[in-house]
Every structure is written in C-alpha cells, then in structure tokens.
C-alpha cells in the first residue's frame, strides 16, 4: 500500500466546482470546532500546534535572524486573481484570505511573513498547510511574493447554483457521518455527472432513491445482461441494488410527504450507476460472466463517463495475480483509466483470506469492513471480525483501506430474495440492513465518484494514493474522512513499479486474446424482459453461452462468483 507521508502542500485552482466552494469547504472542515466557533491563533495557547504540518527532514522555522523575502511589488504564487485586481484598483480595501505556505513552513515562520506585511491571522488550517489572513489587496499582494507561500486566495461567498445539495438532517445511519461525506454534500460535492459501474445482480432503477433530483427520471442510466441465463435486466436477487443503494441511493429524492423521505442515502447521492448484471435470477454467476462484464465497462466507459466500477464479488479459487484472470480483466479496467473498488472478502484472518481474485490484485482499492459500533464517531470503530485482512500469496498487504461495513441499511428491491433471507432485516418494507465487506466496498466506490467530480482528470493511481494517504485517514484501521481525501491535491501515485498481469498485452491494458481463455465479445441492443424502461439504452450479451444455451463450465477455470452477506449481524 503506497502511503504520502507528507502534508498537503498545494492546492490548484479548480475546474469542476470553482475555487471558491472548496475553500469555504476547507475553513469549514478545518476552522471550527465542533461548537461552530473559529479557533483563533493566540499566541502561547495551550495545545497549539508548533508547525504547519510535519517538519522532519524539511526546513527549521525561521529564527530572528533567519530572513524570509517579501519583495514590495509581483507575485510567485498564484495570486486570486479577484485580488490581483483590488490591489490595482483598489488597493487599500480589505480582504479576507486563505494563505497556503509551502511544506515545511512553520507556524512561526508563516506567522512572521504575514506580519511582514501589515496581515492579521484569524485562524489556522492546518488541513492544507494555510492560514486565514485579513489584510489590504496590495499587502496580499505583496505576500504571494514572499518565498514561503504557496498561494494566496479569497475567501469568498459560496455559489453552488447547478449543483444539487443534500440535506443529512434526516438521515437514521451513521456511516456518512463517519466518513464525514455530509461535509461534501453541503457544497455540491455529491458524485453529480459521474458514471459508476455496478458488477453485480442488477439494480431495480425504478425505485425512488434512484431518481434524478431535477425529476430527468432514473440514475440507473444503462444496463447490460453478460449472463445467458438471465432472464430479466433487474435485480430479482437483491445484492445489486442494496450495493447500489450505498453507492448512489438518495431518500431525498422521495416526496417531503413520505415517512421515508431523506432517512437514507447513498454516498454519492447524485452520481449514475451503470448497471452491469453478471448473475441469473438466483444470484449465481461464473467469473466468466463476471470478466464479461468488466469488459463492457471498458468498451462503453467513455459514452456514460464511467469512472469508477464496484466488484462486491469474489472468486473461490485462489490463484496469484499475476496469471489470474479475473484479476487481468480488473487490471485493465484500471489501466483504461477506470477505479476499480473491490471487497475485500468475509474469510477474516484465515492464512488464505485475501487470496482471492480480484481482492489479491495490488492495483485495485481492496476495502475491508469496519464495525462502527453504532456511532458516527470513526474513533471507536474497529475491524469486524469476518473481514478479510492478510498477506496475498503474492506478498501483497490487504486490504489497502477500510470502510464501515456492519449493520448497512439500504435500498431493498422489491420481490427479491434478500427480503426472504432475512425478513427482520427488511426496515418499512423498502430498505434492507446488512453486513460484509460487499457493503464496504461502495462506500469507497461511491467516495471515489465524489472525489472525481471535483478532480475529474485524475488518474486512479492518484485516487488510489490520496484515500491511502496518512492525511485522508480518520483512524488507525485505517478508514478514510472524505474532506481530508478532496482536499489530498498532490497525493503520491500509487501502484508505481509492479508488474501486471501475464494476460495484460502492453502498458495500456489491453488485453492479449490469444493468451486468455475467453474472447472479445460484441453488445447488441437488449430486448423483451432483458431491457428496462428506466435505462437510456440497454444491451445484452451471451458472452458464455453454449448451442445449448448453458454456460459451459470447461471455457473457464472458475467457479461461482460469491457474494458474501451477513444479515442483521
């Protein structure tokens, strides 16, 4: 697992929401206290930080003697441009800012430069490596020149016209307090235009929590059926759309008059789901269906923007990564550009419990489950004892991360056969409460949406190291806080030097169908039972079907795809 032991030492502007929405986010997130109130910097305050971020290895604070150069004129950071114009036209008129000082820079010595220039600190954030700093345009002016800071921006009103927001006032579970999404959420930040693909049972799009907010009709924008014996484009099991649920459920999008109305939602609430039906009507599933599937999201990723597929399956044979080839086709995905987020399995800490494709594969973001013990506080969870966690028989430590994963409640689909599995999990007869790490999975996967709504252009290298990074951790498991994960602008790239699959043909992904053991497959338009009227389009394949119309067990060396549950545990 690659780590960034480093604190955030830049921020750039911002394409997707605007620079000034994340800034707020960020004196949101970072200068108040849980009682709303800004924590000032006062000199000599008890448990005041000594420095800006870690300063091992990097520059001392400056001493007396120590000179930091303010020129009186230009600038070497960014300067807001807002402020670049005040200070030619008016330049006298005071502003408030948000000053971000290189790494290494410390309280002090950040603290003297703003001083230099007649500002006055009014608080700290120590999340981006920056201070709140009042001061005339030309004095801000005047200190983006100064050799120790970054940038220096406005602090200015919040506009997130176009952007739907989420209201968390109603909500009856923890998890998206745990991971602190509701912080995003308040901003816009809620996966809006990105495509994440589901590998699952199907999803039942016409129920209310996957409706669009502007009334545009269903999220579960495409469908496509990989497995021949199928016989319809929904979920008759229910897996798919409780995983879809957690991903991109929105009880906001229920009528105000509805008892149900915002009581439970997904983490990327606005985000679209592609959903990719691998099963039958029971659930089951080869990992040929599976590989199939994955290849559909490859071919179709650019038409539905889709930047993020779940797997909340795995295999039952282990076989190293290196020639397994479920986890060829993962590794694919991730190298089109596409994140792949998988569970990490239920087999706890049995010698082989993370050997098992595609949780093994060290590309993708493994996820193991987290017990939060019925709070909202990450700081007393732990891991549940059924979660997967080891060494690979490749030598890979998994999972990479860890995401609440007990007691899940979500959308249930109706007719399906999670409600008979367990009839004291059904809540109000349309949301289900499970456990597993195939609940963790998409709380990353939705994560993952949110993250690139702001950061569209990232790789998932960069994705993968800004959740694993030390910064975007709220706990020792280690779980990530999605405010620290937006903010993470420079994160170390992940995966760097490991060598892919034998089945990869070249560093593209591609892969090479002379070596494997199934072959491109063509989509067609779905038809009768096997399209659905919420989708924008639907396809089909029969990928793995035999003359006879059977899936013949001898194309594959796998067998049946699991998808582990635990009810009301």
């Avoid at 079907?545 to 067998?559: H, L």
Wanted: glycine content about 8%; overall charge negative; proline content about 6%.
């Amino acid at each position: 697992m690659t780590r960034s032991n480093g604190v955030v030492d830049r921020m750039r502007w911002m394409s997707a929401l605007g620079l000034s929405a994340l800034l707020a986010l960020a004196l949101n997130a970072a200068l108040h206290t849980p009682g709303g109130l800004l924590r000032p910097l006062v000199s000599g305050t008890t448990g005041a930080p000594s420095s800006l971020g870690p300063t091992v290895g990097l520059p001392a604070p400056a001493s007396p003697t120590e000179t930091t150069t303010v020129p009186a004129a230009g600038s070497s950071a960014p300067l807001d441009p807002r402020i670049a114009r005040l200070a030619q036209q008016h330049p006298g008129q005071a502003v408030q800012t948000i000053v971000q000082f290189k790494a290494g820079v410390s309280l002090d010595r950040a603290r003297w430069a703003v001083a230099h220039v007649g500002g006055r600190v009014f608080g700290e954030l120590h999340i981006i490596n920056a201070l709140a700093v009042k001061l005339t345009a030309a004095d801000a002016r005047r200190l983006a020149a100064s050799n120790t800071v970054h940038a220096v921006s406005l602090n200015s009103v919040i506009k997130t016209e176009g952007l739907p927001q989420v209201s968390a006032s109603n909500l009856q579970t923890t998890y998206d307090q745990t991971m602190n999404v509701t912080g995003l959420w308040r901003w816009g930040i809620t996966g809006q235009g990105v495509g994440v693909a589901v590998v699952d049972t199907g999803i039942d799009g016409n129920l209310p929590d996957f409706q669009a907010s502007d009334g545009s009709g269903s999220r579960v924008v495409e469908t496509v059926v990989t497995n021949p014996l199928a016989q319809t484009a929904t979920d008759s099991y229910g897996h798919g759309t409780d995983i879809a649920g957690i991903i991109a459920g929105n009880g906001d999008n229920r009528n105000p008059s509805d008892p149900l109305y915002g009581q439970y939602v997904g983490v990327a609430p606005n985000a679209n789901l592609i959903s990719v039906k691998v099963s039958d009507e029971s659930g089951n599933a080869t990992v040929l269906d599976v590989i199939y599937g994955l290849q559909f999201v490859v071919d179709h990723q650019s038409d539905y923007n889709i930047r993020v597929v779940n797997l909340s399956l795995d295999s039952t044979t282990p076989q190293s990564y290196t020639t397994d080839p479920l986890d060829a086709a993962a590794e694919a995905a991730w190298m089109h550009g596409i994140v792949v987020v998988t569970a990490a399995g239920n087999r706890g800490t049995a010698p082989d419990a993370v050997q098992y494709a595609p949780a093994n594969d060290p590309y993708v973001i493994t996820v193991g489950a987290a017990d939060e013990n019925g709070t909202p506080d990450p700081s007393d969870d732990v891991v549940a004892s059924w979660s997967s966690q080891g060494t690979t028989q490749d030598g890979v430590q998994k999972p990479d991360i860890y995401a609440p994963g007990a007691h899940i409640v979500s959308v249930l689909a109706p007719n399906s056969a999670f409600a008979s599995m367990c009839p004291s999990c059904v809540i109000s007869g349309q949301y289900i409460r499970t456990s597993g790490t195939s609940m963790a999975a998409p709380m990353i996967s939705g994560l993952v949406a949110d993250l690139l709504q702001v950061r569209p252009n990232w790789s998932p290298d960069q994705v993968k190291g800004a959740l694993t990074s030390q910064f975007a951790e709220s706990n020792s498991l280690p779980e990530v806080n999605a405010v620290r994960a937006i903010l993470e602008w420079s994160p170390q790239l992940a995966d760097q030097g490991l060598s892919p699959n034998s089945l990869i043909a070249d560093a593209v992904g591609d892969i090479n169908y002379t070596r494997s053991s199934w072959s491109r497959s063509s989509w067609s338009a779905a038809t009768g039972a096997l399209s659905a009227a919420f989708a924008r389009s639907s396809w089909s394949c029969t990928c793995s079907e035999t003359s006879a119309g059977t899936v013949d067990p001898s194309r594959s060396s796998w067998s049946v795809a699991s998808w582990s549950t635990y009810f009301g545990q």
